[in-house]
């Protein structure tokens, strides 16, 4: 059981807007940064936002990351046939001193 | 541009030791700013952090309680990359194994994975 909350699933059709949600505690997202992850099949997870809602340079402007208190969200728009992946959220946990992720959320392009 | 370039072999028989390495390019293993993190991914454990080094004056290695007993992290600054070796395995440590920076505290670049297989 991972230690970060995420939906197993989550789909949209093109052009849709859709948002993955990660539920941690006071220990993880509520004392630290988000981070999250998109992963296509047989690579590695890629930076897809830092620090709570920041873009690294290349990543489209259509995801964007929120976080209040113990939850974040990552918000897909205009979804594209590519987006269709595994997205994980992540946060270093003060208490157990080591990053923590969420289980992952399959997102499906309808 | 960071790179992590891993190595090492994809099958170890159980009892032991795992042994993999991970080769950066574009940073320095002995950087003030980072961390060298190992996680790995697996099914039934999702992804999983295992352990860092870094070097704030001195070097310094965090593991995860559930492997604290059986893993150590070495840095190698003549070949600037950093190492993991996780000892007594079982068919459970069976995973996909990344070596990962994290840079002002942001993990950020990871390498391309390792799928390491523990079976005789």
């Known amino acids: 059981q991972s230690v970060l909350t995420q939906p197993p699933s989550a789909s949209g059709t093109p052009g849709q807007w859709v948002t993955i949600s990660c539920s941690g505690s006071?220990?993880?997202?509520?004392?630290?940064?988000v981070y999250w992850y998109q992963q296509l099949p047989g690579t590695a997870p890629k930076l897809l936002i830092y620090r709570n809602n920041q873009r690294p340079s290349g990543v489209p402007d259509r995801f964007s990351g929120s976080k209040s208190g113990t939850s974040a969200s990552l918000a897909i728009s205009g979804l594209r046939s590519e987006d269709e992946a595994d997205y994980y959220c992540?946060?270093?946990?003060?208490?157990?001193?080591?990053?923590?992720f969420g289980g992952g959320t399959k997102l499906t392009v309808l | 541009q960071v790179q992590l370039q891993q190595s090492g072999p994809g099958l170890v028989k159980p009892s032991q030791t795992l042994s993999l390495t991970c080769a950066i390019s574009g940073d320095s293993v002995s950087s003030n700013s980072a961390a060298w993190n190992w996680i790995r991914q697996s099914p039934s454990r999702g992804l999983e952090w295992l352990g860092r080094t870094y070097y704030r004056s001195k070097w310094y290695n965090t593991y995860a309680i559930s492997v604290k007993s059986r893993i150590t992290i070495n840095p190698d600054t003549s070949k600037n990359q950093f190492s993991l070796n996780l000892n007594s395995v079982t068919p459970e440590d069976t995973a996909v194994y990344y070596c990962a920076r994290t840079k002002s505290g942001d993990l950020d670049y990871w390498g391309q994975g390792t799928l390491v297989t523990v079976s005789s």
């Open positions: 992540a946060a270093w946990d003060g208490s157990l001193s080591g990053w923590v």
């Open positions: 006071s220990s993880n997202i509520g004392s630290d940064n």
